[in-house]
């Protein structure tokens, strides 16, 4: 018997499973997260503060999230949009396309580069934007 839903909903336990190991569980208290682009350059790669933001925004901490990964909370709605897609879609059920056209796509990835090298700026707004929280 053909089952065309069962990768969406076990895709979708494993991350509801993830998220609530993320809210409960402290990954800032754990030690170093280890990033093996940070750790062959000391530099923050655009994915580095993830787990930490994902984790503040499962407490409903908007903010720190921000610090740790701007990038990750803005990506989170058209995250879960094309989940609920792709999970519509298994029931049978059509939901318009996420459509990005060229211009679109060339100032994501513009916006991408320019975020991977602003973060590990040592001064201005690399401190913002770099995968360490900000003190005080």
């Known amino acids: 018997m053909d089952r065309p839903w069962s990768a969406p909903v076990a895709v979708g336990a494993v991350g509801v499973t993830g ?3 993320l809210g409960l569980l402290n990954p800032s208290e754990a030690g170093p997260l280890l990033c093996p682009f940070r750790a062959m350059t000391g530099l923050d790669c655009p994915g ?3 787990t930490r933001a994902l984790s503040r925004l499962t407490q409903g901490r908007i903010g720190t999230a921000l610090d740790y990964n ?3 909370v803005i990506a989170v709605p058209a995250l879960c949009y094309l989940y609920l897609r792709w999970l519509a ?3 049978g059920l059509n939901w318009p396309p996420l459509r990005l056209g060229r211009t679109a796509n060339a100032v994501v990835l513009l916006t991408l580069m320019a975020f991977s090298v602003l973060r590990n700026l040592p001064i201005g707004i690399g401190r913002y934007l770099n995968s360490q929280p900000i003190a005080g």
């Open 89 to 91: 879609s298994a029931f």
């Open 70 to 72: 701007i990038v990750l």
């Open 48 to 50: 580095c503060g993830m």
């Open 19 to 21: 998220c609530v190991a």
